[in-house]
Each structure stands twice: as C-alpha cells, then as structure tokens.
C-alpha cells in the first residue's frame, strides 16, 4: 500500500519542517502513473510547483518514497532560495544535510536508503597494501607494491564489496565529539 495524495501532502509538511524550517513554499504533490524511467519529478513552471512522484515504483519500493520526496523537496527549497534546479553544490549541500547520499532519482539508481554506494576494496593479503575502486576490475591486477615493475599473479589482490557505509563521525566537528565522548585520558 503506497501513501494517499493527501497523506503525500501531510508528509511533505512534516519533511519541510524537520528539514526546511518549513522555508519550502507549497507544493502541489501527486502520483503519475505514466513516469517510466524517473521515480520523481518537479516541475517548476506552474505555481505551486508541482512534484510527481511514480505509483509503480513506489509499490515496488515502499521505502524509497520519503526519500524521493525529500529530494524533490531540495530541488523546490534551491529553486525558492536561488533560482537554482540544477544537481550543483547549493543542491548537494542540502541533500546532505538531510542525510541523503546520491544525487540520482531515475528508477534504474534509486536503491534502498545506505546501498546507494559501493565501493570495491582490492587488497594484497601478503604485504596489507589496499587501494579503492569504484568500480570491480575488469582485468588481472596485482600488487603494485610487493611487484612494483609489472603484472606478477604471485601477488593477487582480493576484491571486497564495501556493502553497507557508517558514518562514524566528520573528519571537523565529528572528531570533536567523538573524543568528547572517549573516556578522559589520564
Ligand atoms: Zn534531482
Ligand atoms: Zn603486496
């Protein structure tokens, strides 16, 4: 069961409030059972703007909603504030102060909250070197640091999936607390 229009308007409230301080200017919210290829959309030619969320998708992925929205709802909150529809810092900045991770929102990359990042970790059991793709190798690698001058299978390196990400704290304030929460040294 996916969320009614109007429970999709009270959620956009809750949203701009916890998010927003309420500074998004009303949206007009609705299911469009024609998006193929988009799990959300904006439009910012009519007044209010008009956000479409896809029915399909969402009874596929019923937790992937709140998300979506939120992200419309930062494309409508940069609009207001700047004119800005883009995907560029004002939009990025934003999206991460409400805990979203990827700029994506077409169907084939919308991913369950947490997956949206995979990371593969190559590392040489034999020496500990590690090194980080993005994407799995398409061809044989081997440890660049136990064979510095060519490919040498004595030294493979084993691919690892990053499958999940923590956050653990920021590299600023994140320390601070961390440390603040650490019992004291003597
Ligand atoms: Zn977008
Ligand atoms: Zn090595």
Redesign the pocket.
Known sequence: MIPSEADLQLLFARLNYEHFNGEIPDCRIRYNARFSNSAGR?TYSGRPLLIELSPKHFQKYPGALEETLL??M??AWCYARFRDTG?GPR?KKKMRQCGLTS?Y?DLGNVRPFGESVKRYILRCEQCSFETLRRKRPGKPVSCPRCDKRRFNPRFPLTIYEVMGLEAVGNTVDGLRAAQKGAPPST
């Open positions: 904006i992200h419309e930062v494309h995907h939009f700029i929102h």
